[in-house]
């Protein structure tokens, strides 16, 4: 049972350039969830996805989107990545309601020239 | 929209001495509140929930927590602090009367100090 997972790990990208996070968990769950995580900001949401089929925007959407590819998968999309854009990206997954906690990933670190 | 506050950067402790990570809210109706844990390098992890019932709550690792409704705090607490408990903490509090949203203070530090 290995949670939720993330891929790349690392990311160096340049500005301009696109590319795609990728996130899956295991843990049957319906809600999926991106974070970015700034040094003294705290955690932002990005994007969720309620439940498979559905996605709405979070705090700080600009310049991402999503895919809630099946119930396992839920990826993020940078068309056109920003230095702004750089920071740590964490995806999360809870089973449903608002008493369901929220299991996190490991993170991608993405760095934007 | 709900809101959380984490007033204190970093929190330095001697080993064995009780650490406190205090967090406050802003939400309409009862919260739901989540503290977590962060590693360097690492995913958050799920430390303890408050949802309803008793005030104290026990979770992982020895931490516990109270919710004080009057004074809208969620404090995490540990009796005696280990070197290993130094990382960054998080609170969280979701609105159930809005959407099921975490909404994430900006975290503290806290330094364990051998």
């Known amino acids: 049972n290995a949670g939720v997972t993330q891929t790349p790990k690392f990311q160096v990208l340049k500005t301009g350039q696109s590319m795609t996070l990728q996130c899956a968990q295991d843990?049957?769950?319906?809600?999926m969830y991106w974070y970015r995580q700034d040094p003294g900001m705290g955690l932002r949401l990005i994007y969720y996805?309620?439940?498979?089929?559905?996605?709405d925007k979070g705090e700080v959407p600009n310049g991402y989107n999503v895919s809630r590819l099946n119930k396992r998968e839920f990826s993020l999309r940078l068309e056109s990545a920003a230095p702004s854009q750089t920071s740590v990206y964490f995806c999360?997954?809870?089973?449903?309601?608002?008493?369901?906690?929220?299991?996190f990933g490991p993170g991608t670190r993405l760095t934007v020239l | 929209a709900q809101s959380v506050a984490q007033p204190e950067d970093q929190v330095n402790v001697a080993e064995g001495n009780p650490l406190t990570v205090k967090c406050t809210y802003s939400?309409?109706?009862?919260?739901?509140l989540f503290w977590y844990v962060q590693y360097p390098n690492r995913g958050l992890q799920f430390l303890l929930k408050?949802?309803?019932?008793?005030?104290l709550v026990k979770g992982s690792y020895g931490f516990e927590a109270e919710f004080n409704k009057s004074q809208t705090s969620f404090h995490l607490k540990k009796p005696s602090a280990l070197v290993s408990d130094s990382a960054l903490y998080f609170c969280?509090?979701?609105?159930?009367?809005?959407?099921?949203?975490?909404?994430f203070g900006k975290g503290n530090q806290v330094v364990v100090i051998p």
């Open positions: 999360a997954s809870s089973a449903r309601t608002a008493t369901d906690t929220q299991y």
């Open positions: 843990m049957n769950h319906n809600s």
């Open positions: 996805s309620a439940s498979e089929g559905t996605t």
């Open positions: 939400v309409s109706g009862n919260p739901y």
């Open positions: 408050y949802i309803t019932g008793d005030n």
């Open positions: 969280a509090v979701r609105d159930p009367q809005g959407n099921n949203r975490l909404a």
